[in-house]
T-cell receptor, first 113, second 116 residues
Framework: GAGVSQSPSNKVTEKGKDVELRCDPI?????LYWYRQSLGQGLEFLIY????????KSGLPSDRFSAERTGGSVSTLTIQRTQQEDSAVYLC???????????FGDGTRLSIL | AQSVTQPDIHITVSEGASLELRCNYS??????LFWYVQSPGQGLQLLLK??????LVQGIKGFEAEFKRSQSSFNLRKPSVHWSDAAEYFC??????????????FGKGTHLIIQP
């Protein structure tokens, strides 16, 4: 079956612009996660959604970052007023429930000029 | 706070030779442990997981890992590597079975190079 789908696969934008990253989880998976992968910081957990419940946002690196999940399925990660340090690969993962292994998408490579 | 240490940044192994990638974790209770592999430009693929029970777990692609509580380790092994195993390998620990509210904590990764 289809895996976790992320779009776009690559995004280049100018500093100060807003960007939206999309994640489409595996059908039937109720848990959805966002991670950031960068050379300096490795893999960092950002935020977790379980079904339609409100997420814990404490892992988001700044208030410029926000995420939502509509209808318990597709999620978008929004970064406002992008900075160069936001350049990274943003990975999305989903799992059947919060207590099952996570399956990852191929990521969105974000480059801030 | 939980943490994961992968002491080897790079490892070079000859094709056909055996492989062991090290992973040590710090966690206050019984951990849930994972190994993922990442090829260039790809996401992470789950190789294997330990939740409970038998401390030797088998995964895909001929990999296995052994959980040793006394050493806080979860080392990944393969008896004979193939050129296609060249990739980045990540060890991860979850706060409970699979991730929960805090997601996974990853090590920095080990880059595996296969020599012909």
């Amino acid at each position: 079956g289809a895996g976790v789908s992320q779009s776009p696969s690559n995004k280049v934008t100018e500093k100060g612009k807003d960007v939206e990253l999309r994640c489409d989880p595996i059908s039937g998976h109720t848990a959805l996660y966002w991670y950031r992968q960068s050379l300096g910081q490795g893999l960092e957990f950002l935020i977790y959604f379980q079904g339609n419940s409100a997420p814990d946002k404490s892992g988001l690196p700044s208030d410029r970052f926000s995420a939502e999940r509509t209808g318990g399925s597709v999620s978008t990660l929004t970064i406002q007023r992008t900075q160069q340090e936001d350049s990274a690969v943003y990975l999305c993962a989903s799992s059947f429930q919060g207590d099952q292994p996570q399956h990852f998408g191929d990521g969105t490579r974000l480059s801030i000029l | 706070a939980q943490s994961v240490t992968q002491p080897d940044i790079h490892i070079t192994v000859s094709e056909g030779a055996s492989l062991e990638l090290r992973c040590n974790y710090s966690y206050g209770a019984t951990p849930y442990l994972f190994w993922y592999v990442q090829s260039p430009g790809q996401g992470l693929q789950l190789l294997l997981k330990y939740f409970s029970g038998d401390t030797l777990v088998q995964g895909i692609k001929g990999f296995e890992a052994e959980f040793k509580r006394s050493q806080s380790s979860f080392n990944l092994r393969k008896p004979s590597v193939h050129w296609s195993d060249a990739a980045e390998y990540f060890c991860a620990v979850g706060p409970d079975s699979g991730g929960g509210a805090d997601g996974l904590t990853f090590g920095k990764g080990t880059h595996l190079i296969i020599q012909p």
